[in-house]
């Protein structure tokens, strides 16, 4: 009942307006996401780092403005005592969790009605609410124990400072890893969101512990007090100083589904609809193509980093994403760079080949394009563009 | 003793190294009792053991033979309400919102919270105020606040830290009159205002440096005040004080 008063008059509801405001504004203006909802969900997670902050301080301003003293007292003589701090603290993470919700409804939406990639990455929830809850946390606990207003700007800078000192490390407090590009092919590395979660959690236990000893109703000895929190300090400082060379993400260990009949374009299983509108797309290119007498690639598969490099022979790499599809449709230039790269040739990461193998792919790549704009069906391929596809097919691979 | 509500066995409480209750004994098992002290005696550190809020560093408190600080905890913080010497609750919240959440603080289920705390503000007659803001209430409105919430869990016992304070004289017969129609069975109020005691307690407790220097009845601290105050005998500060007062006060209401 206590958090529901406090989300009626608190200030959480300051931080779901700026929040959805934030959500909505990005679903609006930029949607290169429109068909990959964790695409659309790690971008807009960049706003925990600004909200993050937020949320602290209006905890403590109100635990610590409004609450104190009164509440305190009343509190302690009470069996529910403690909700007197965390009333406060859990209507405005409320607030902010309901926002984060409501934006991944609206990209749920989005994605739903562009026919896009339904959410398949876990981890964009667990640490956007894990970093939501102990941005909420810090401020309850600050609230309590730093006197008067100065306990706004201490416990929104302590969670500014806590963000940007840990950003890169092993876990990331208060932030979550962002994306500015597709993750079809990719996904979030396990153990740096684990470390993650871990850190925020324990935050919370150890805020939710110190407010429980702070409590007098609620004594604790201060030996099981230290005890405790170096307990609950020690997963947090192990998380901190995990050697990491994994990134942020890393290729996806997913099972590659393959899609389409005499043009087959393969990827990862989750991003079926992707490939299929691709395939589609490059059957109906290969079969306008076909008077040109090019041996064109007919098996494509979307790979990132490593996985790239361990295609097979007779396979395509098609660097793909949901970006690069306009209402359903890949675009010209897209499938002529495909058509025109049929391998991953080793020159390619030769300053001395690269060039002249460059050029190759221009000269074929333009003639592609000249020839899809052609309402008529094209003609053989000119000589150029025979012997520089024929380069390009044969090049040892990487 | 096991009948009584209120049973306080050897107190004693310090803050550091100073003492701020020594060895404090008293029972209660019905009634009115007034606790009486210059500031600094013990008054607010002894209601806030009582009421759980502040563990003591000896002794022991038993509130209708249950433990604050002990397994009975929770049952023990139900039969006790504490209206406390300020009324800074939440300037954001209702009057109605404050008195409920402490009402559910205190166990009530938070529909049942909702009904006693419009009953409890009837009670105090601020049911016209209840969703006034405490921002929006004048003192002696804030006041009655308190005591709302003291009462809305309908305890056995209640603790009324100086109720009448900051009240102009209107106020104050107001809220004597409602400590007077309370309901609970023990009341035990602090005050520096003797005609309060004399309109409502009929026993008095005086703390003196934390120690408990007199438990009787006012009817016989009344002889003894003026005893004390035509004799001059000699007594502890406080007592000789609080007499004095007591005597003054007695004088001026003859007048």
Redo the contacts between chains.
Sequence with gaps: MTVLIWAKRGLGFFVFTLLIGFVLWTSITARPWQLEFDWAARYGAAYVYLIAPLLAAAVSFDVGRRARPEMTLMGATARRGLMAFMAPALAALGWAVLAAVGGWGVMAAITTFSGGLAPRDPWIFVETLSSLAAAAAVGMLLGLLVEGILAVAVSAGAVLVAATVTSGHGANLFQVATSSGTLVGIERTPQRAIATVVCHLTLVAVAAACVAARQRAHPLSTPWLLTAAVAALVPVVTAMVWPYSASEYRPSGELQACVGSQVRVCGPSSAKPLLLMAATDLQQATTKLRPSGLPLPESFAIARGSAAERLPRDQTLLDLDSSQLVEGHLPSSTIASALATPRLCRGFYSSQEAPALIERVRVVSEWLTSAFADQSSPGPAPEVVVSSFAVLSQCPQK | MSNQLLRVDALTHRYGRERGLDGVTFAIDSGVGALVGVNGAGKSTLL?IL?????PTSGSVSLAGLNPFGRD??DA??R?G?M?Q????????TAH?VV???A????VS?RQ??TRAAEALARVGLEDRANSRMGQLSGGMARRV?LA?AIVSEPDILLLDEPSTGLDPEQRRAMIALVRSLPATVVVFSSHVMEDVEDVAADVLILDAGRLIYENSLVQLQERGAAVSTQSAPGSRAEVGFLDVLSDSRGRARA
Excluded at chain 2, 51 to 55: D, I, K, V, Y
């Design positions: 806030r009421a759980g809020a502040q563990r905890r929770a913080l139900s006790v504490l406390p300020t009324s800074d609750f939440p300037k954001n919240l919102e409920a959440s402490i559910w603080f205190k166990g938070s919270a909702k308190a919430q």
